[in-house]
């Protein structure tokens, strides 16, 4: 599952709403490819293993997207019943939604440098909107690493503990949804998700920054 909410000015609600298209789309799509490499042909027989956005963009989400700059997609059915190694699979399947948004990110650096490697001269708009896609993607990455369902860190915590701890948490993810919900829309996200934006996503984006700056100069 994918949603946030970031307060934008109403011009750059287009450059949001291109952009959540995007990593939306690709974000479900990886979902969808790596479960049906390790055995699961479900999202393939919903059409699915795409990378239409019609196919993975929910209705109220993608309204949202152009209203307020914020949405979601429809999450990608997966049946561990077909996976040869269902905890292995389980891992990749979870892990490949927030690493397709860091491959993004990555891209727009690469795109970003690549020009001024280049001495290719691109517009402000164009600029702008490179950084609000680098961003974005990487809070995606970040946000949905998150250890609470119905994140995909959630997924991935699920498929690495023991079985019985597994149960544990099987029982109590009812009420993961309303901790989730606490824990993001109310003040008490000052303490938990804040710091999450405030510290980790700059830290990410200067580390791929470095990174691929060092990769063309």
Known sequence: MDGFHLAY????????????????TFHEFAHAYIAYKFGDNTAKKQGRLTLNPMKHLDPIGTILIFLAGFGWARPVP????????????????????????????????????????????????????????????????????????????????????????????????????????????????QFTIQPIFSFVVPGVREGLSNFFYTLFF
Do not use: C
């Open 78 to 189: 997966v049946n561990r019943f077909y996976f040869k190694k269902p905890r292995l699979a389980g891992i990749l399947v979870s892990a490949a939604g927030p690493l397709s948004n860091l491959i993004l990110a990555s891209l727009g650096f690469i795109v970003g440098y690549g020009l001024m490697r280049f001495n290719v001269t691109s517009s402000a708009h164009f600029d702008e909107f490179l950084m609000i896609f680098i961003n974005l993607n990487i809070v995606l990455f970040i946000f949905n690493l998150i250890p609470l369902p119905p994140l995909d860190g959630y997924r991935i915590l699920e498929d690495l503990a023991p079985h019985h701890v597994r149960a544990k948490m099987t029982q109590y993810e009812q009420y993961g949804m309303l901790i989730f919900l606490i824990l993001v829309i109310t003040p008490l996200d």
């Open 9 to 24: 000015p109403l011009r750059l609600i287009p450059y949001v709403a291109i952009t959540l298209i995007f990593a939306f």
